[in-house]
């Protein structure tokens, strides 16, 4: 039995194409009602009326000077914001293709958006699921996370989660207000994902409160795994086995692509064989090989020679995955580059 699950990104107002998803004046105007965009209380009648037209005509052109008189500086750099998305989906004819045009030049639209055409892009490659571990392994596209290490495991759990936590106890405005007054209040507990839990993911998915164990040889890691095949799959036209490895024991290393910048840092101190601290080295939280499944989808130098992909953590222990290096940085062939590059 599939699920239906991450409600708030609109995906069900969406259509799906052979091209991919595409966008509808439901969806914009489902849009519209963020926070950042629907006028608060004390919003201005132009920004109300900006709003209200917008919502009975997603579509409608705002023209420079109507959008100038808007009260509030916040919520104009806002509208620019949405403006400029709406004009990169209407100008392709899927958000796969649009998300991929975003990293052919400078990034255009704010992060949050990015994001947002990422989030909808993998929760359509899970349409039909019911797999808790591959929806909760998707969120590490859109998401930041915070890495731990426990007995010898990799734990990824959402970052903005645990900082809610900290600041509330896990109970919101309440929580809040409890602890300024100085009342202790109980730390709500994040749980790794297992066979007993897993049914509750799809009640509190958008609560991204369950920690994902992603530790080389865990379902949380093979999860992953899965939905970068999928990804690629998806973005690039080419299909691919991808396995997450321990450690690159490969003479013939030649091609590998960081998720991060800090992975693809030690990789290529690793590539040249340059002494990494071991600390830094620990950061390095996953390995992946990828292999070609088709030998028409990678360049002739590549060919049956496998990719290596690395994901790691920062510093401060956040991991931040960029799932559009996928799109730029694998030795594709021109054949099985795809439509979308």
């Not at 052109?61 to 990169?88: G, I, K, M, Q, Y």
Request: with cysteine.
């Amino acid at each position: 039995m599939s699920q239906d699950f991450w409600a708030s990104s609109g995906y069900r107002l969406l259509e799906r194409a052979p091209q991919g998803l595409r966008v509808t004046d439901a969806w914009l105007a489902h849009l519209l009602g963020r926070e950042e965009l629907a006028p608060p209380e004390d919003a201005g009648p132009r920004e109300r009326a900006l709003h209200a037209r917008l919502i009975a005509a997603p579509r409608a052109e705002v023209a420079p000077p109507e959008l100038a008189r808007v009260e509030d500086a916040d919520a104009r750099d806002n509208w620019r914001e949405w403006l400029a998305l709406r004009e990169r989906l209407l100008r392709h004819d899927s958000i796969e293709a649009a998300y991929a045009s975003l990293f052919a030049t400078e990034v255009s639209i704010a992060p949050v958006f990015v994001d947002l055409l990422a989030r909808l892009i993998v929760r359509d490659l899970l349409e039909g699921e019911a797999d808790a571990w591959l929806a909760r392994a998707a969120e590490i596209f859109f998401r930041a996370q915070r890495v731990s290490t426990e007995s010898g495991r990799a734990l990824c759990a959402d970052a903005a989660t645990i900082q809610l936590y900290a600041e509330s106890g896990g109970f919101g405005n309440v929580g809040r207000l409890l602890r300024e007054q100085g009342t202790p209040v109980a730390q709500v507990r994040m749980d790794v994902l297992n066979e007993e839990n897993a049914p509750f993911y799809f009640l509190r998915d958008e609560l991204y409160s369950f920690v994902l164990d992603v530790t080389v040889g865990s379902r949380g890691a093979g999860a992953l795994a899965t939905m970068l095949a999928r990804w690629i799959a998806r973005m690039t036209g080419a299909r691919v086995a991808v396995e997450p490895v321990a450690r690159i024991e490969d003479e013939r290393w030649s091609w590998h692509v960081g998720l991060d910048a800090e992975s693809t840092a030690i990789l290529n101190s690793l590539y040249r064989q340059e002494p990494v601290a071991p600390e830094r080295l620990e950061r390095l939280v996953l390995l992946f090989r990828v292999e070609f499944l088709d030998a028409g989808d990678v360049s002739e130098s590549m060919r049956g020679r496998p990719v290596y992909l690395g994901l790691a953590c920062r510093e401060d222990r956040t991991l931040r995955m960029k799932p559009q290096n996928l799109l730029a940085n694998l030795p594709l062939s021109g054949s099985g580059s795809g439509a979308l590059r």
